[in-house]
């Protein structure tokens, strides 16, 4: 529709302004293809007008009843969980090795250093051949991390040379008291009360 | 006509103030029951289940609510005027009950040896009764909003007062027609003259528009501009807590259940039944609650639907739509009325 002379594909009638198309090809310029007729409802006031509002409102009735049928998308939350995917970052974990029963963790600080919120606190002890703790030299006495300033990033399991720190999927850490959400290594090594579904592959 | 005169004045003391008690209470226990319908329909109609905690399918949460309300501290603005805002609750509520006691539940009864009407009182005057408590429930919305002191409630009252006065006379004016049908103000004799059939047919349009007004009158969606928790805060009863807002929200609904009542008895023929059925007497009631159900349910449905109103869209269809149909309405009716007796 380059040629803004050239003749519209569907002519005006000889009573020119009679239809939508004819109104648009008024005059010698015409819009093209691409122009959008906008359809206008009829206007507020006039009996057109309060006919559609009745029908619309009656058809508004119509879709909120429908939607009893419908049913509701609750999830009644403490008795029904949302599956958690299997690389959510919840609550973190300290593993120990299967066969020998030895912590993973050797107190190397990586993960406290990592750590943007500075929540993990690691005192690390050496090794005795009376008192075997980790499999390398050394173990951390003290492993705590405050979950009241854990941001859930994650890096400390990244830091982890050797994947002794990983998140879980335990997200329900509510507390009265703070001091009660300092997790000490006795409870990150507990195996953790598996409180949250996992999602499925595929779901 | 003979209905009147004879109507409310051969029943003794005690029946009486047996009928006020009853009534009064069915009044109150209705209330919370419209109260849980209109959570758990409202929910339902978004997707959710509304309350279900609070006993056996969350039935108890109008009792917790209730119960909470009333035991809270009662405390005021500074800026309000105490005595004004102590009784303006007291006022929309009274209204609503005096309402209410005009609704007829049933026809007159033999109930131990007596002749009893299952309503409240019937006066001769029954819409003009209605609209009085209407107009007086007004200023409990009026006062309250404006001696709370806050700006908020203030503008919450003004619109109630504009919206109040607008829609009283769409609402008046619809009852018009029904009345020159009926030949009669008594709600019961209104009723009886619906036996060959309900006046929401002959009187549709007039059913239509009693029913819009309604809605404004009871400050109900999409006419709650009284209260607009979006613009308003809570509207005239931000200031309002415990239970005297309580009362307020008590007095609502028993607004809604008001209107729903008068709908039944004067479009949809009270207790009678379709196709010529005559249950026993004691059927009435539950025929009249439960068409008031219907409509309640027909309220908490267009709450569910309906978005609010502007202020201006109000305000113009409430005198350029509404009041011109209405008074066309009466116009018309008493046309045919005259061609036809």
Known sequence: ?203 | MSVLALVGYYESWWVQILKAIVIFAVGLQLVPVVLIAERKIMGRMQGRYGPNRVGPYGALQPLADILKLLTKEQFRPTTSVGFLFAIAPLISILTAVAAFAIIPFGNVQHIFGERVGLYGVDVSIGPLYLFAFGAIAFYGIMLGGWSSGSKYSFLGAMRGAAQLISYEVSQGLALVGVIMTAQTLSLTGIVNAQKGMWYFIPQFVGFLIFLTASFAETNRAPFDLTEADAELVGGYNTEYGGGRFASYYFAEYLNVLVVSGIVTTVFFGGWLLPFGIHPPGWVDPIIVLFKMSLFTFFFIWVRATLPRLRYDQLMSFGWKVLLPLATLNALVTAILVVVTH
């Open chain 1, 1 to 203: 529709m380059s040629d803004p002379t050239s003749e519209p594909e569907n002519p005006a009638p000889a009573t020119a302004g009679a239809s939508a198309t004819a109104t648009l090809n008024v005059g010698r310029w015409s819009p093209g293809d691409d122009v959008i007729v906008v359809q206008r409802t009829p206007a507020p006031g006039t009996g057109r007008g309060a006919w559609r509002t009745f029908v619309e409102t009656a058809r508004g009735l119509k879709t909120t009843f429908g939607r009893i049928k419908e049913g509701t998308n609750t999830i009644s939350y403490p008795e029904e969980k949302v599956p958690v995917y299997p690389r959510f970052r919840g609550r973190h974990k300290l593993h120990r090795f299967e066969d020998t029963g030895l912590e993973k963790c050797v107190g190397c600080s990586l993960c406290a250093a990592a750590c943007p919120a500075d929540c993990i606190r690691v005192v690390a002890a050496e090794n005795t051949p009376e008192n075997r703790v980790s499999a390398g030299e050394r173990y951390a006495a003290v492993y705590e991390i405050n979950l009241s300033r854990c941001i859930f990033c994650g890096y400390c399991e990244v830091a982890c040379p050797f994947d002794a720190i990983t998140m879980g999927h335990d997200y329900e850490l509510s507390d009265y008291d703070r001091s009660d959400l300092i997790f000490t290594k006795e409870m990150l090594l507990a195996e953790p009360l598996e409180r949250t579904p996992l999602r499925n592959e595929g779901e």
